[in-house]
């Protein structure tokens, strides 16, 4: 499965943005997941086939994510977007059946960056 992220930008804080992957193939699981300078990669959001949903934290109530079509299975709605939400954020596909921010995803895109000033 090819990934490719579209979407990020650099908005004031309040803000919103849209994320979009675009894939080759359909996978079970999809995920997006971030990298803030100087940090460690963070689980996002999840998805799996059925709708089930999974979000860290620090995002519940300001992000949504969703299922498209097979061309872009997968959008990361972006709302009251905060300084602490800036960094590079990652598509990822998982095969298996089972799906979370916690587990091991082994497809990802490039990433891209999401900037949020204050």
């Known amino acids: 499965v090819q990934l490719v992220e579209s979407g990020g930008g650099s908005v004031q804080a309040g803000g919103s943005l849209r994320l979009s992957c675009a894939a080759s193939?359909?996978?079970?699981?999809m995920g997006w997941f971030r990298q803030a300078p100087g940090k460690e990669r963070e689980g996002v959001a999840t998805?799996?086939?059925?709708?089930?949903?999974t979000y860290t934290d620090s995002v519940k109530g300001r992000f949504t994510i969703s299922r498209g079509n097979v061309k872009n299975p997968l959008y990361l709605q972006m709302n009251s977007l905060e300084p602490e939400d800036t960094g590079i954020y990652y598509c990822?596909?998982?095969?298996?059946?089972?799906?979370?921010?916690?587990?091991?995803?082994?497809?990802w895109g490039q990433g891209t960056q999401v900037t949020v000033s204050s």
């Open positions: 990822a596909a998982r095969d298996f059946t089972t799906c979370g921010i916690g587990r091991n995803f082994g497809r």
């Open positions: 193939e359909y996978a079970y699981c």
């Open positions: 998805i799996d086939r059925a709708g089930s949903t």
